[in-house]
């Protein structure tokens, strides 16, 4: 009401004071139109806002949707870093071996045939090429986890900590590196994440041959070892490197039916 009046004394005011000027007054009296607000009309409405228990039913909905999404998602990131890993040693092996046949010739010209135990014409031939950070050499020296290895299947598979036929050393990238010298060929293992877990042929050690001719990954065609090739070692994880190399994925641990000669993803 006091409101009203204020307005109502501002227009006598302004007409007493500008007589005769018709517009001017049309104007000003459209001041009586004006609305005014109080603080509480510019809040808002409680019937708008979410209760309590809509707001935790919200939350509760997003976790588990996130419980569900998230590790499968980090387990899709994982694999694919694996990968990567997996292709980079293979590369760097693979380098490092075809300088050294420039120096020294290939595999079947550095006198293996005639090696002594624990021989290491096979590090020394092809160590000088890489970038190593510690060499344990065939002695237990912590360059592997002081635990047994185990297949895809669960199965115990390979100590290579304490095998004293195993040369051992670490890569700058943290790679762990295993070397098996046989007469007519080299065999490399690599653990791609270091020391972390899970320390399972296929998952995170996989191996290579180095041949005469080429370094391949277990797995493939070769003379050396017909017992890992294809299908025949996909379920241990043996024929993994080959695969991995070959297909880029990692879907033999999410399905059955896969095959070297047919479906190479679980989604086909």
Known sequence: MEQNKSVKRLVDEKVTRHDGDSGNLQ???????LKTYRLNDLTTSKKAAFTLAETLITLAVIGIVAAM???TLINNYQEKVTIVKVKKIYSVISNAYEM????NGDYSEWGTKEREDKSTIFADKI???????KICGYESKGC??????????????????????AYKFIMTD???IALEEYPNFGKVFADV???????????DVFGFYVLPRQVIPVGADND??????GDKGLQSGDSAPAWVIQFENMDYLHCEGLSFDGKHKCSD
């Open 27 to 33: 104007s000003l009296l459209k001041v009586k139109n």
């Open 69 to 71: 999404t998230i590790p």
């Open 100 to 103: 050294s046949k420039i120096e």
């Open 127 to 133: 160590v000088p090429y890489l970038k190593i950070n």
């Open 144 to 165: 592997f986890p002081d635990i047994t290895y185990n297949y895809l299947t669960n199965k115990k598979w390979y100590y290579i900590e304490q095998d004293s036929k």
């Open 174 to 176: 943290g790679t762990l």
């Open 193 to 203: 994440n270091g020391f972390k877990g899970p320390n399972i042929l296929g998952k």
């Open 224 to 229: 050396i070892n017909k017992k890992f090739v």
